[in-house]
């Protein structure tokens, strides 16, 4: 079956260390894989995409790498922040899917001071 | 730019009503508008599709004479929730896309909290 998994148990971090969250999927062939921030009770915000033939794209703080043969996004967070707190997407955009977003479940990022 | 708002915020409704939700994007113009449920602590679930002027694509499962979707302009798209029942309270989000290529970022609405009692 078709799976995108993250992890599930919140990310508990210090401030100021690298936050790595994981993206893992089975069964898909994404041309591109998407990361979104959610705040409680607010709609997703679009942080970065990566085409399958990129391995890596960076934007300020935030880098994200995608291997399609381990079939797995990390997503990095440098010098965190406390107000990087929230939770993380991943979406694939699945092509014969009709370029639509499947997403994960995300994962809880805190960051304490 | 690319802002997209929702409204209401939140509603809580009777069962057996029908309840409204309006996706606009406030300074673009949208081909395309996704509406997605999400339930507690889980993912985003898409649940139609919809392009200017035709009508909407619904997802596997998904009732289509009970959400009603109309994307009558270019900036409006609506989610008619009708004859509520309370397993239809979720968090309704609405999704814009100035145009169809697969790249093009899709904007996100704040988000509708539906309360069916």
């Known amino acids: 079956s078709q799976k995108i998994e993250q992890n599930s148990e919140a990310l508990n971090i210090q401030e100021g260390k690298t936050a790595t969250l994981t993206c893992n999927y089975t069964n898909y062939s994404p041309a591109y894989l998407q990361w979104y921030r959610q705040d409680p009770g607010r709609g997703p915000v679009f942080l970065l995409l990566i085409r399958e033939n990129e391995k890596e794209k960076r934007k300020e703080r935030l880098k994200v790498t995608f291997d399609t043969t381990l079939k797995q996004s990390l997503f990095h967070i440098t010098a965190s922040q406390p107000a990087d707190s929230a939770t993380y997407l991943c979406a694939l955009d699945i092509m014969e899917y009709g370029n639509k977003l499947v997403f994960g479940a995300g994962t809880i990022l805190r960051v304490k001071s | 730019g690319a802002v997209v708002s929702q409204h209401p915020s939140w509603v809580i409704c009777k069962s057996g009503t029908s309840v409204k939700i309006e996706c606009r994007s406030l300074?673009?113009?949208?081909?395309?508008m996704f509406w997605y449920r999400q339930f507690p602590k889980q993912s985003l679930m898409l649940m139609a599709t919809s392009n200017e002027g035709s009508k909407a694509t619904y997802e596997q499962g998904v009732e289509k004479d009970k959400f009603l979707i109309n994307h009558a302009s270019l900036t409006l798209s609506t989610l008619t929730v009708t004859s509520a029942h309370p397993e239809d309270s979720s968090f309704y989000i609405c999704?814009?896309?100035?145009?169809?290529?697969?790249?093009?970022?899709?904007?996100f609405g704040p988000g509708t909290r539906l309360t069916v009692l």
């Open positions: 999704s814009a896309k100035r145009t169809s290529v697969a790249t093009d970022t899709q904007y």
């Open positions: 300074d673009f113009q949208a081909t395309t």
